[in-house]
């Protein structure tokens, strides 16, 4: 049974950081991608971040240069660093693992294993 937990979540202000760690369990990392995604007040869920099965990174447009995905196979978990937060990105964020390996997408259909979700809250 795969099991993912999100950590790092809090309040923070405007410009300021946190981490986010996403904690699998029942399954290894290896070949597998795992995504960040994030669901705001009101609004449909979005794609954040995603280490690829490669272990590249790819990130949404509104993040990328600000957001930093990186993973720990040793750990098994995958972090995401966020810096120069705006308000924009409070929301509850979820990392996601896709139903098979060696497979990467950006499309939330493709992701059969969630965690419970962190809130992160940005102050301005």
């Known amino acids: 049974q795969v099991a993912l937990v999100e950590s790092g979540g809090g309040l923070v202000q405007t410009g300021g950081s946190l981490r986010l760690s996403c904690a699998v369990s029942g399954r290894t990392l290896n070949n597998y991608a795992l995504a960040w995604y994030r669901q705001a007040p009101g609004k449909e869920r979005e794609f954040v971040a995603i280490?690829?099965?490669?272990?590249?990174?790819w990130y949404a447009d509104s993040v990328r240069g600000r957001f930093a995905i990186s993973r720990d196979e040793d750990k098994n978990t995958v972090d995401l660093q966020m810096n120069t937060l705006t308000p924009e990105d409070t929301a509850v964020y979820y990392c996601?693992?896709?139903?098979?390996?060696?497979?990467?997408?950006?499309?939330?259909?493709?992701?059969?294993?969630w965690g419970q979700g962190t809130q992160v809250t940005v102050s301005s």
């Open positions: 280490s690829t099965w490669k272990r590249e990174a």
């Open positions: 996601a693992l896709p139903r098979r390996t060696k497979f990467d997408s950006l499309s939330e259909s493709d992701f059969g294993s």
